[in-house]
Each structure stands twice: as structure tokens, then as C-alpha cells.
């Protein structure tokens, strides 16, 4: 990540989006959205970028995954777990597990 910041979204959304300039192995540099609330990322950190533009921010064709190199997952997560790099559940595991196990027999 060449650059961390935070900038505000087209009219009729008003806060402070968190995005990072990122240069990638391909192109020269891209503005990536960061996604979840609270975010670690510093100057020097790795990061994968993936395609899906924020519809609020101009200029923003990309965005980070959590939880991949060193960007930090968003501990707590329990929607959509897989952007934000979080293990599913135990309890939700050992739930399935069980109704699959009554489902075979």
C-alpha cells in the first residue's frame, strides 16, 4: 500500500470512507476501498486487492480483502464472512454437523 486515507462519499451519502492507494504489480497504482468498520492497515503492508467498485466513491474501482497477508480480519464478523476473513463459527460448525448427521441416518 503506497498510501492510507479516508474520503467522503457523492451527495446524498455524507461519512468518512476509508480507502488506500495500492500499487499492484500490473498497473502503476488503483484506489482500493477498505472494507469494515476499524482498519490496521499501514504505509508498507500487503494487501490483496479484488475487482467491485464502491458506487459512492468516485474514482474507486477496487477493494481489499481482510484477512489475506497482512491486513487484519474483522474479528466478530459474522455475515459475509469470507471479504472480512473470518473462520466460521465453532458453534455454527457443530450445529451443522449435527443436522447433517440426523438428516443421513
Known amino acids: 500500500m503506497a498510501r492510507v486515507c479516508t474520503v467522503s462519499p457523492k451527495k ?3 461519512a468518512q ?3 488506500a492507494k495500492v ?3 500490473s498497473k502503476p497504482r488503483v484506489t482500493a476501498r477498505i472494507p469494515g468498520s476499524g482498519y ?3 504505509r508498507f ?3 490483496f ?7 459512492d466513491l468516485p474514482g474507486v474501482g477496487y477493494s481489499l480483502t481482510r484477512g489475506v497477508y497482512d491486513f487484519v480480519p474483522l474479528l466478530g464478523k459474522r455475515r459475509r464472512r469470507s471479504y ?4 466460521r463459527p465453532e458453534e455454527l460448525v457443530t450445529r451443522l454437523r449435527r443436522k447433517l448427521r440426523r438428516g443421513a441416518s
Open 49 to 55: 486487492v479484488r475487482g467491485g467498485r464502491a458506487n
Open 23 to 25: 500499487r499492484l504489480a
Open 12 to 14: 446524498p451519502n455524507s
Open 40 to 42: 490496521g492497515p499501514s
Open 17 to 19: 470512507r476509508h480507502v
Open 84 to 87: 472480512y476473513g473470518v473462520r
Open 45 to 47: 503492508n500487503r494487501a
